[in-house]
């Protein structure tokens, strides 16, 4: 029982934003740290920092990106993530300090690679 099937992968893409890599294919729902720009849900999102692009056949890497590369999007939703609590302390002086953050979000559906 031997498996002969060729190895083709769908097409997908490493991005950066917010000081963080992606990797995404045409479909997915990612969640990243809010864009600068103000915007709507349904505006359209370009990414052209790509570092990665394999066409299922090809890959093409970047120095550190590829030059005319764009992966767009279009926004989904945003907002706040869950609250995270952080407590400073400080033992045998009775300080404490109790703080709270809360994490700008925004989710991109991918719409194309190019």
């Known amino acids: 029982m031997s498996d002969t099937t060729s190895q083709t992968t769908q097409p997908f ?4 934003t917010g000081g963080k890599q992606y990797k995404v294919a045409v479909g997915d729902v990612i969640t990243i740290e ?3 720009a103000e915007m709507n ?5 370009a990414f052209e920092q790509v570092s990665v692009l394999d066409d299922g056949k090809t890959t093409t890497l ?3 990106f590829i030059d005319g590369a764009k ?3 279009t926004l989904e939703d945003q907002g706040r993530g869950k609250k995270l609590h952080i407590l400073r302390f400080r033992s045998k002086s009775n300080w404490h300090r109790r703080l709270g953050h809360r ?3 925004m989710k991109v559906k991918i719409t194309s690679l190019k």
Do not use: N, R
């Open 71 to 73: 992966v767009q999007g």
């Open 103 to 105: 994490q700008a979000f």
């Open 62 to 64: 970047g120095a550190p």
């Open 13 to 16: 893409a490493v991005i950066q």
């Open 41 to 45: 849900e349904g505006d359209k999102v």
């Open 34 to 36: 809010k864009l600068a």
